[in-house]
C-alpha cells in the first residue's frame, strides 16, 4: 500500500541542506513520516494517496527547530533571583529546586515543551539532574510529557554528587550517591533510549556540571555512555567563576579538565561554552564535541558572548538552547535565532559574526548535528523525517520583509500554522493539538505555587 502523501504548495522553502537551498515558492511532499520530495514551483501532478493538500502561500517552510539545552522542571521557578550571576542565582534556587516532585515535574515539563512546541520545536530536550530523595518517578514523568506534547525527544539524564558538605552549592538531600546516580541512568537508557532512525526518546548521560559532580562521576559517566552507546551532555566553561573554581581544585581549565575525564569527542555536547581559549576551541573542533549555544541565558545571568563565529569556522558543532526558564523566563527557542545574531554582532567579529541563514541553520541542522540526529533530522531531505514547520509571514509583523529568512530570523516572533513531527501535526495555528494549554497553563500555576509554598517551610 502506497504512503499517505500531504503536499504543502506555494511557499518559500529554506531547506538548510549542505547548500543552503531555497525555493522562493516551492514544495513539499511528505510520505507517512518522511519527507518524500523538496523542490521548485508547485508539487507535480497525478501523486497517488494525498490525504491532504495544504496551499501554504505566504509562508515560509523550514525545518523544525531543534533545542539543545533546557531544563524542564525549571518551569515552575521562573522569575526569581532575577539580578544575580551564575553562582549567587544558583545559591539562592537551590534550597527551592531541592523541594521538586513527579507532580511539579510532570507540569513543568509540559509546560516547558508546550512553550517550545508553540513556537516551531519538533526535537526537544531536558537535561534533569535534580532528583530528590523520596520525589518520585521524576524521569518518567519528564518522559511522559514529552509523549503528551507529540515532540521527538532526548532527555539527558543528569545528576550531582557533590552537595553542600563536600564543597557544592546543593543541598546534601537533592544530591545522589555516584553509584544511585550511574544505577540510575542506566536503569533510564535500558528503559527509555531508542537508538532506531524514527526514534521519538532518546536518553543521554549528563552529570549536571564541574562544580557539582565529582571527577570520578564524570568519568564512569562517561565509560557508561560509550558501553551503552548513548551521548553525553553536561555544561562547561560558562562562567569565569567556573574557570577559576577548575583552575584551583584541577589545577587547570575546564576543557583540559573534560578532556583528562574522557569527555571530549564526537558523541558529547556541552552547553554554553562561553569562557573559551583558542586551544579550547581547537580541541572542540579536533574531538568533534558539539556545543549548546545559550545566548539569551548566558545575557540574563551576565556570563559572557560565547565565541559562535570562531567555533564555527573551527569546525566545531553548534546548536541553540533555550536553558531553563530560571534563567530564559521567556522559554522559547524561536527568538533564539534573533538573539543569537544580535548578541554575537556585539562580539568582536561585529556585522560579520553571523548572518540570518547561519541563525536558521544553528536552530536547526545545527542542533540535530549536537543531538547526534543530523542523519535523520535538521534539514528538508528526501528520505529524512518529516520533522518541519509552516511559518505564517504575510500578517503585519512580516509582510513587508521581502527576504522571508530575514523575516523569520531578523523579525517578531513569527506565527506557527503548522508544525509536524514524522509526519504528524503537533500545532495548528499557534495552538498544540494534543495537549490542552489552558490546562497547562494552569496545572503550572499550581504546582509554581505549591513549590513556593514548601519551600517558604523549609
Ligand atoms: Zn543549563
Not at 50 to 59: E, F, K, P
Not at 334 to 351: C, I, K, M, Q
Not at 355 to 383: D, W
Request: hydrophobic share 45%; aromatic share 6%; with cysteine.
Amino acid at each position: 500500500m502506497a504512503p499517505q502523501r500531504i503536499v504543502i504548495e506555494n511557499c518559500a522553502v529554506a531547506t538548510v541542506d549542505a547548500h543552503d537551498t531555497e525555493y522562493a515558492s516551492g514544495h513539499v511532499i511528505l510520505a507517512g513520516d518522511r519527507i518524500e520530495a523538496v523542490g521548485e514551483g508547485r508539487a507535480p501532478g497525478g501523486l497517488d494517496g494525498v490525504v491532504r493538500r495544504i496551499d501554504a502561500t505566504g509562508h515560509l517552510v523550514t525545518p523544525g527547530l531543534v533545542n539543545t539545552h533546557h531544563h524542564f522542571y525549571q518551569w515552575i521557578t521562573r522569575g526569581l533571583a532575577t539580578d544575580h550571576n551564575l553562582f549567587d542565582w544558583l545559591v539562592a534556587l537551590y534550597p527551592t529546586w531541592a523541594r521538586i516532585d513527579e507532580d511539579m515535574v510532570h507540569a513543568a515539563a509540559q509546560g516547558s515543551l508546550a512553550m517550545m512546541a508553540r513556537g516551531g520545536v519538533t526535537l526537544a530536550m531536558d537535561h534533569h539532574y535534580v532528583y530528590p530523595r523520596g520525589s518520585g518517578d521524576l524521569t518518567g514523568a519528564i518522559i511522559r510529557a514529552a509523549r503528551e506534547t507529540g515532540v521527538r525527544f532526548t532527555l539527558a539524564r543528569g545528576s550531582m554528587d557533590r552537595g553542600e558538605s563536600d564543597g557544592g552549592l546543593p543541598p546534601d538531600f537533592a544530591v545522589e550517591s555516584i553509584d544511585d546516580a550511574l544505577a540510575a541512568t542506566e536503569a533510564a537508557i535500558d528503559e527509555y533510549h531508542d537508538a532506531s532512525f524514527d526514534a521519538m526518546t532518546q536518553v543521554a548521560v549528563a552529570p549536571c556540571s564541574p562544580f557539582s559532580v565529582t571527577t570520578e562521576l564524570l568519568r564512569q559517566g562517561a565509560e557508561l555512555a560509550r558501553r551503552k552507546g548513548v551521548r553525553l551532555h553536561t555544561h562547561g566553561s560558562e562562567t569565569v567563576e567556573e574557570e577559576k573554581f577548575c583552575h584551583e581544585l584541577f589545577g587547570m581549565g575546564p576543557t583540559d579538565y573534560f578532556e583528562s575525564t574522557g569527555w571530549l569527542g564526537q558523541d558529547v555536547w556541552m552547553a554554553h561554552c562561553v569562557h573559551m581559549n583558542d586551544s579550547d576551541i581547537a580541541a572542540f573542533a579536533r574531538s568533534g564535541t558539539g556545543v549548546a549555544h545559550c545566548p539569551s541565558s548566558n545575557a540574563r545571568l551576565a556570563a559572557g558572548i560565547a565565541r559562535v563565529p570562531d567555533m564555527l569556522a573551527a569546525g566545531v558543532p553548534v546548536g541553540l538552547g533555550v536553558d531553563g526558564t530560571a534563567s530564559n523566563e521567556s522559554g522559547e527557542l524561536h527568538t533564539e535565532l534573533r538573539n543569537a545574531l544580535l548578541v554575537n554582532r556585539l562580539g568582536p567579529h561585529r556585522e560579520a559574526a553571523l548572518t540570518a541563514r547561519q541563525a536558521l541553520r544553528l536552530g536547526t541542522y545545527g542542533g540535530a548535528q549536537v543531538l547526534g540526529r543530523a542523519q535523520q533530522t535538521g534539514s528538508l531531505e528526501p528520505g529524512k523525517l518529516a520533522d518541519l514547520v509552516l511559518w505564517k509571514l504575510d500578517t503585519l509583523a512580516h509582510a513587508s520583509i521581502a527576504d522571508p529568512v530575514a523575516a523569520l530570523v531578523l523579525g517578531a516572533a513569527a506565527p506557527v500554522t503548522a508544525s509536524f513531527v514524522g509526519g504528524r501535526q503537533i500545532v495548528a495555528d499557534g495552538r498544540l493539538l494534543h495537549v490542552d494549554e489552558d490546562a497547562v497553563a494552569r496545572s503550572t500555576r499550581e504546582q509554581a505555587q505549591r513549590l513556593a509554598r514548601i519551600a517558604a517551610r523549609a
